[in-house]
């Protein structure tokens, strides 16, 4: 669940990603001179997600954020794939994972505990139930969990072999996406990141990458 500047960036973005054929699973926003804005998102049709989705969401969402500003300094934005070690952010996320191993992490602790590591039993939209490693099952309130994320096993690389990518398709420099004003309302740099993992050497993370810097707040310049 989003909040704050977060909740009003995903729910600006969120509707056009939808109609793209994408499904938002977080927006995070981090660091204060310079934030990062980060879309995470998945294939709907639960295709591999490859660098043309991230280059394909990228311009979408700097033309909605360039226009709804909503943050006034200048700011960067990164959009990628959840990966195999993925954030749980919604209901299906655990559901698509019951029996796997995930770190839950509180706002509010719960008997004296704010982290707990366990495998997945179920979830609803108010709890989520897991069985610690060091204790019985125990449900969790979702509203009072700061975060949760899969944890990277032999079990869940081989349940995911077949749905990560291969790594065969190459970054290409994206375009940089120029707001249609005379001034620039913000900086804007797309870093597209593609998880491609592979089974066979744990934890095989490869991210391919490609940057667009772009100028910043101000006149833009002619070009000649």
């Known amino acids: 669940m989003h909040e704050g500047l977060e909740g009003r960036i995903a729910d600006s973005v969120a509707p056009a990603i939808e109609a793209m054929g994408y499904e938002l699973v977080r927006v995070q926003v981090s660091g204060k001179e310079k934030p990062v804005v980060q879309i995470m998102a998945d294939r709907a049709d639960g295709g591999v997600f490859t660098v043309t989705d991230c280059e394909n969401i990228s311009h979408q969402v700097s033309a909605i954020l360039d226009v709804d500003d909503p943050i006034k300094s200048e700011w960067m934005l990164e959009v990628s794939s959840p990966g195999i070690d993925r954030p749980l952010t919604r209901t299906k996320d655990y559901l698509n994972y019951l029996g796997h191993v995930a770190i839950v992490e509180m706002s509010i602790p719960l008997d004296g505990r704010r982290r707990f590591r366990g495998q997945i039993l179920g979830a609803d939209a108010g709890t989520v139930h897991i069985k ?19 944890i990277l096993t032999d079990e869940l690389i081989a349940a995911t072999a077949g749905d990560v990518a291969t790594g065969d398709e190459e970054a290409e420099e994206a375009a940089p996406v120029r707001p249609k004003r005379g001034k620039l309302k913000a900086s804007e740099k797309a870093r597209l990141k593609l998880a491609a993992e592979a089974q066979a ?3 095989a993370e490869a991210l391919a990458e490609a940057q667009t810097p772009s100028p910043p707040r101000g006149k833009s310049k002619k070009e000649h």
């Open 132 to 150: 610690p490693d060091d204790g019985p099952e125990i449900t969790l309130t979702r509203g009072n969990i700061r975060r949760s994320k899969l």
């Open 201 to 203: 050497a744990p934890p």
